[in-house]
């Protein structure tokens, strides 16, 4: 809504022209109200009465100077500040810059033959200022008079124009067409999300994957709650119909195989859960001992698995760590030593069990 400031402005004689203005001035936002034109109407009286720290009738020579429109009525008496208000205005009117030059004044003298000197006086004036007034003998007139002057500022676009945005009524339609479908619409979709029973999918991914020995199956526990839902896992499983309180939690995801380390952690109940597994060290060592065919310990035999070798110690005893690239779930050894014959076995490694070999002596 654009706003129009007017200030008006008269001798007390003319109190009741002054209301009459307003009453106008009301009946005319009434008819701008659909072109997003309000005319804002100030006098005197519209400020604050009391006594300030400075003189009450600077603060109304500001207004009229930041107006963009300033009516002045005048009847026999000139008021007393009304003349300085009208040096205001025309002050404020000179000194605009720019295309639109504000505040415009409109000067009308009510006609009487018993006018005072000081109104003749003031006419004269205003003819020296080379500002041309206007006089009207009843309201209805004035008020004709008043309302063409606005409409031909309504048509000049200057002063009075409407905004070219209506931002009350874009904001009404924002909010009633798009904003309150959005909301609606989003509102369902959450009630939906929320309320219904989800899915998670549990895939496994392994690292440093050793080829020759692929994951084959492990077992993936799922607690929520007081619920734990177990599955075998092969590359995925899927737990269903978790209930819609949950997504907004966390869960505790457990993995446990053979031959790879487990793994315990809380994870959020969202559709795809990828778990990283690491193969664990049970395939990566080989001990034992050496015996002869008397089951005495031998010393300095050579063991092997493919190319990693050990000798045993004084004891007999032998320790083969193979790294992870060469680890299966099966592994060839043997045992060289001369004076013996050798010795060839495949077997399965382990952290726990031993190996005993027995070395028969060359006859």
Request: glycine share 4%; proline share 4%; charged share 30%.
């Amino acid at each position: 809504m654009k706003k129009i400031r007017i200030f008006l402005a008269s001798s007390a004689e003319l109190d009741q022209d002054k209301l009459q203005v307003e009453l106008f001035v009301s009946r005319k936002n009434k008819d701008w109200h659909s072109r997003r034109i309000f005319l804002e109407l100030t006098t005197w009286k519209d400020f604050i009465s009391s006594i300030t720290q400075e003189r009450t009738q600077n603060e109304y020579n500001r207004y009229i100077r930041s107006s963009d429109i300033s009516i002045f009525l005048f009847h026999t008496r000139l008021g007393r500040y009304t003349k300085e208000e009208f040096d205001e205005a025309h002050h404020a009117f000179l000194a605009s810059g720019g295309k639109v030059k504000k505040p415009r004044i409109f000067t009308y003298f009510k006609t009487d033959p018993t006018e005072s000197a000081d109104i003749a006086g003031f006419r004269d004036y205003i003819d020296s200022l080379d500002h041309f007034y206007d006089t009207y003998d009843s309201m209805d007139e004035l008020f004709v008079k008043l309302n063409r002057q606005l409409d031909k500022l309504e048509n000049e676009g200057l002063v009075i124009k409407p905004d070219r945005i209506d931002l009350p009524r874009i904001l009404k339609y924002t909010v009633y067409y798009f904003l309150l479908p959005v909301l609606v619409l989003s509102g369902a979709w959450l009630a939906f999300y929320y309320f219904q029973p989800t899915d998670l999918t549990v895939k496994i991914t392994e690292e440093e994957a050793i080829p020759g020995l692929p994951f084959r199956e492990g077992v993936v526990a799922l607690t929520y709650g007081d619920k734990t839902d177990t599955m075998m896992i092969s590359s995925e499983v899927i737990f269903k119909q978790i209930p819609s309180r949950y997504k907004r939690e966390k869960a505790n995801l457990r993995f446990t195989a053979r031959g790879y380390r487990p793994v315990d952690t809380m994870v959020a109940v969202r559709d795809l859960i990828t778990l990283s597994i690491r193969r664990d060290n049970s395939l990566g060592v080989i001990f034992g001992t050496v015996k002869d065919g008397d089951l005495m310990p031998v010393e300095g035999v050579t063991i092997s698995v493919k190319e990693i070798r050990a000798v045993t110690d004084a004891m007999g005893k032998f320790r083969i760590e193979i790294p992870l690239a060469m680890q299966s779930e099966e592994q060839r050894l043997t045992a060289i030593k001369d004076g013996f014959e050798p010795w060839d076995f495949t077997g399965i490694p382990s952290e726990t069990e031993e190996w005993k070999v027995v070395l028969n002596k060359i006859r």
